[in-house]
């Protein structure tokens, strides 16, 4: 599957995006999807997941109550709506598809090539 990232953009703190993450060359209801993000001089850190269907979504603590990850398989889309940004929230994001449900960014197997988010202060 091949996995391309969009939305990411300049956000004052306080404000809104929303990412989106479009699947072809397999049908995403196949996969557990995931929203990761690495911040210049850190590493890749995890920040949603979400099931096949839905059932089951999990979030880092730091994003918790803040960002909502969703996912429409009749669009082959998954996406994350991030509210109430901060400056530590500034990353690249990328979205990644697993085979089953984990936090753990090394058991995804697909990556998109992510998409810059940059909140002011």
């Known amino acids: 599957v091949q996995l391309q990232a969009s939305g990411g953009g300049l956000v004052q703190a306080g404000g809104s995006l929303r990412l989106s993450c479009a699947a072809s060359?397999?049908?995403?209801?196949?996969?557990?999807m995931g929203w990761f993000r690495q911040a210049p001089g850190k590493e890749r850190e995890f920040v949603a997941t979400?099931?096949?269907?839905?059932?089951?979504?999990r979030y880092a603590d730091d994003v918790k109550g803040r960002f909502t990850i969703s996912r429409d398989n009749a669009k082959n889309t998954v996406y994350l709506q991030m509210n109430s940004l901060k400056p530590e929230d500034t990353a690249v994001y990328y979205c990644?598809?697993?085979?089953?449900?984990?936090?753990?960014?090394?058991?995804?197997?697909?990556w998109g090539q992510g998409t810059q988010v940059t909140v002011s202060s």
């Open positions: 990644a598809a697993a085979d089953r449900f984990t936090l753990g960014q090394f058991e995804y197997a697909y």
């Open positions: 060359g397999r049908t995403l209801s196949r996969y557990v």
């Open positions: 979400i099931s096949w269907t839905s059932t089951n979504t």
